[in-house]
């Protein structure tokens, strides 16, 4: 339903603002164009008309764009902002109705390309915006696994996949029942790698804690990389990396012979 907000003159032309839903109107000598509410650091509020030239040369003939400065852009904003607001409510509001008419035997689609990932439900689409698949996406991600690892996971191979240029993508077809034993797998994945990231991080501390106490380098590490000077006759270098005990780190390169 189109309301109209305020009406007020420039170059002696009179101008109405409508506001419809989420978008904003200014008519002016029969003339009907889309507006932009706007604010400008020092001239305030304002509304903008862009490439509607039947509007914009009633005020200016060269310019396919006018900015008409009033008021009531700033109600006309917060109107449009209001709209918008209730358009995303309702949107989610159905989206939840249509997601709690699932049921653990309702099927879904399994995504997970090289890089695209989503969960689809058929004939509804939409629903893959539900914060519940999202969050199941996120989790899987969080695993690290590869599609070796969700088909070890499921107990079977992919129902299909496809090879494109430069992707591949597996499509798995199972139950939200059996998506669920899927995530609950994989949640208790992450719990084990967060374990692990917690006891290397605090066997960490532990070497810094040591070098400060003994004023000594710690070992943290050893690996071996290619040799990084020609100069040398060597092959292998054997890198090493400590804490010292000012908290910093010092990685030493040894050549081998």
């Given at each position: ?10 170059k002696g032309i009179q101008i109405e603002v409508v506001v419809k839903g989420t978008r904003v109107y200014l008519i002016a000598n029969g003339v009907k164009a889309s507006a ?212 910093s780190v010092k990685v030493e390169r040894h050549h081998t012979w």
């Amino acid at each position: 339903m189109e309301q109209v907000i305020a009406s007020f003159e420039k170059k002696g032309i009179q101008i109405e603002v409508v506001v419809k839903g989420t978008r904003v109107y200014l008519i002016a000598n029969g003339v009907k164009a889309s507006a932009d509410p706007l604010k400008h650091s020092q001239h305030g509020w304002y509304y903008r008309v862009a490439y509607k030239k039947a509007f914009t040369s009633l005020f200016d003939k060269k310019s396919d764009v006018v900015n008409l400065v009033h008021e009531s852009a700033e109600i006309a904003k917060q109107m449009i902002d209001e709209a918008v607001q209730r358009e995303k409510e309702e949107k989610q509001r159905k989206l939840e109705e249509k997601f709690q008419s699932l049921t653990n035997d309702s099927n879904i689609r399994l995504v997970w390309g090289t890089d695209y990932r989503t969960i689809i439900v058929p004939n509804q689409p939409e629903l893959s915006e539900h914060p519940f698949f999202k969050q199941v996406i996120e989790i899987l991600k969080e695993t690290g696994w590869y599609t070796k690892d969700i088909e070890e996971a499921i107990g079977r191979k992919a129902d299909d996949v496809d090879f494109g240029d430069y992707s591949i993508t597996h499509y798995y077809d199972m139950t939200i029942g059996e998506l669920k034993q899927l995530v609950a797998k994989a949640e208790e994945v992450v719990k084990q790698k967060e374990k692990q990231k917690e006891a290397e991080k605090a066997e960490l501390q532990a070497k810094f804690d040591e070098a400060k106490r003994t004023g000594q380098k710690v070992e943290i590490r050893r690996w071996t990389d290619d040799c990084n000077d020609p100069k040398e006759e060597c092959d292998l270098d054997i890198v090493i990396e400590y804490a010292m005990p000012d908290g910093s780190v010092k990685v030493e390169r040894h050549h081998t012979w």
